[in-house]
């Protein structure tokens, strides 16, 4: 594994984690911790590797809003949590909330993702 020197100077990389549900939001927000499907862990572990920061922004499907913001705190390891059930999830990941507040869409219209057709971050 790497050290966290030697990530120094890698970039900063940005996730939307889109959530089928606020109760997921919720549970994450109260324990620090998070879970994803397995086909995104590989990526996830990647950036945090490679990268200096991660930061997850969270997103609960439908909502039209952000839920706020979190830093990942951990590479996700193999450990499941029974909190989100057998839904399909993969190891549980330490995350470090930075701001649990809604913020609806329009407020980052702006901004374009240049890696998704440069569309709407939402």
């Known amino acids: 594994s790497k050290s966290p020197s030697l990530r120094q100077n890698m970039p900063v990389r940005y996730f939307i984690m889109k959530s089928s549900n606020l109760q997921n939001i919720d549970i994450s927000q109260q324990k620090g911790i998070w879970s994803t499907t397995p086909s995104n862990e590989r990526k996830l572990n990647g950036a945090f590797w490679e990268s200096n920061v991660v930061y997850l922004i969270f997103s609960v499907q439908g909502s039209g809003c952000f839920q706020g ?3 990942m705190g951990s590479a996700i390891g193999c450990e499941k949590s029974q909190d989100w059930g057998s839904a399909g999830f993969g190891g549980v990941f330490k995350v470090e ?3 649990k507040e809604s913020i ?9 993702n240049p890696w998704n057709d440069s569309k709407k971050v939402q």
Do not use: E, M, N, V
Request: charged share 15%; proline share 7%.
């Open 69 to 71: 913001f979190a830093r």
């Open 97 to 99: 909330w930075i701001r």
């Open 104 to 112: 609806p869409f329009q407020f980052a219209h702006h901004l374009l």
